[in-house]
């Protein structure tokens, strides 16, 4: 695919029955344990993105052996343990890979310099540096906990650590650390967010004890622990099955299933905010894989109503808002997204650049310093105008959310740096296409 540009057109119907790529959060996940562990693990299903291929090299940096047996199988051999690596590790876009490798290299004594893309150097380090240091881990390198940054590990004691933003970034890299500090280490959730980190270490072997107390959540393990290699799957994305599922809603005549979604309830606050808006959006064959609920989830074309997400409901969909906000510019009236603010602290800000892609394609938005609203254009089926080229900055989720809104858009919707869709949704343009979807370079 080319760099230079990527537009949507409107054309027919989306039809047909696809499967979403790997959970990215899951992906990560399962690399970092497998290296952590003794022994092999074996993974399918690996989302092979950008983000993704970085954490598998850093694994190997640390001493693991990391190979690729084909599409989504790998094989992951630990030594117990991360050595030092010879070089820099770059996490290219990646937010998740950093901010978890971060945590698992702490635990150990040795010396490590991290750096990213400029998207990444731009992101704060400072909310997994504070809960490392308190448990002794070292940074040096830029102020303003930016990367490139240095860690020296080792030594670690206990910390009990209550997150002041709902991240499970840093619980997991708190978490990670703990696995290596004297004492274990304990997190503290005022409010609960995705537990992929939690189940995983379970399947390795691990004892994490989880307890709501007084409405938060308490999660804590002992240190000292050995993970023994284990199978994992990973389940589908829904953060990417989102893409294609929302272009079949805001598409007249279109129906698209994707098959083995993830449905675990801390990450599916998307769908259910589609089905207040009176989305038709069915699950079917709902099962357990590896671990995770999962199922075939259907979307149909649909008349939507605008609504207020609820605030409390923002964890379990934090990277869903900038496609949640192109289905309100087709919904009946305004939806207010409340309580957002992690998104400005994404790969880009994200409520700054949805405000902007939006009201470029001629949707009603209001941007506040938390939230978002998005007056829908719909009375009926009446398109949005569209006829916009957006400028992403390099965010893989603005770029794909402005395509899917191209789709059903009067004028044809364009973005910039689409090579970027490959840090988590590698087939994005096959996939859509296949659907029926026009797209074309340019
Ligand atoms: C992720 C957590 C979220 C999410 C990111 C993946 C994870 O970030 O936005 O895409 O895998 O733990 P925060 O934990 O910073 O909210």
Redesign the pocket.
């Known amino acids: 695919m080319t760099s230079a540009g990527l537009t949507a057109h409107r054309g027919g119907p989306l039809r047909g029955r696809v499967r979403a790529p790997g959970d ?3 992906s ?2 399962a690399l970092i344990l497998g290296a952590l562990a003794q022994g092999v693990t074996e993974i399918e299903g690996l989302l092979e993105g950008d983000d993704v291929l970085r954490t598998a090299q850093a694994m190997r940096a640390f001493g693991a052996s990391v190979e690729r047996l084909g599409d989504g199988r790998w094989r992951v051999e630990g030594q117990g343990g991360f050595s030092e690596p010879s070089d820099i590790i770059d996490c290219g876009n990646a ?2 890979g950093v ?2 490798i971060m945590g698992a290299a702490a635990g150990f004594d040795l010396a490590v310099t991290f750096t990213g893309d400029a998207s990444l150097r731009g992101r704060p380090m400072n ?1 997994v540096m504070k809960p490392l240091i308190e448990m002794g881990a070292r940074f040096s390198g830029r102020s303003g906990g930016r990367l490139p940054l240095t860690l020296q590990g080792g030594r670690l004691k206990a910390i009990t650590y209550r997150l002041p ?8 890299a708190v978490l990670l650390a703990g696995l290596h500090a004297d004492g274990g280490a304990r997190v503290i959730e005022p409010e609960p ?2 537990d ?2 939690e189940r995983m270490l379970r399947a390795f072997g691990v004892v994490v004890d989880v307890e709501d107390r007084d409405g938060e959540r308490h999660i804590g393990l002992a240190g000292g622990q050995v993970l023994t290699g284990t199978k994992i799957r990973v389940p589908g994305d829904p ?1 990417s099955a989102a893409f294609p599922l929302v272009a079949a809603l805001i598409t007249p005549g279109s129906e698209v299933t994707v098959e083995g979604v993830l449905l675990n309830e801390l990450r599916t606050g998307l769908f259910t905010t589609l089905i207040d808006m009176g989305a038709d959006l069915t699950i079917a064959n709902r099962r357990d894989e590896g671990g995770e609920p999962v199922g075939d989830v259907t979307a149909r074309h649909s008349a939507l109503r605008g609504v207020e997400v609820p605030p409390e409901r923002a ?1 379990s969909m ?2 869903e808002y900038p496609i949640l906000a192109v289905a309100a510019a087709y919904a009946d009236g305004p939806t207010h997204m409340r309580g957002i603010g ?1 998104m400005r ?2 790969e880009s800000d994200r409520i700054a650049l949805m405000a902007a892609g939006l009201a470029a394609c001629g949707i009603g938005v209001e941007e506040e310093p938390e939230g978002l609203i998005v007056v829908g254009s719909a009375r009926g089926n009446h398109p949005a105008a569209g006829g916009a080229h957006v400028v992403t900055h390099g965010d893989h989720r603005i770029a794909m959310s402005h395509l899917v809104m191209g789709f059903a858009a009067e004028g044809a919707v364009s973005v910039d740096e689409p090579g970027m869709i490959a840090t ?1 949704f590698p087939g994005f343009v096959e996939m859509m296409r296949g659907l029926g979807g026009t797209l074309e370079e340019a």
């Open positions: 990215k959060s899951i990560h996940r937010g998740t901010r978890l909310r933003e709902p991240s499970a970034q840093v619980k997991s967010t995705r992929h980190t953060s964890p934090i990277d992690e602290v994404k988590s």
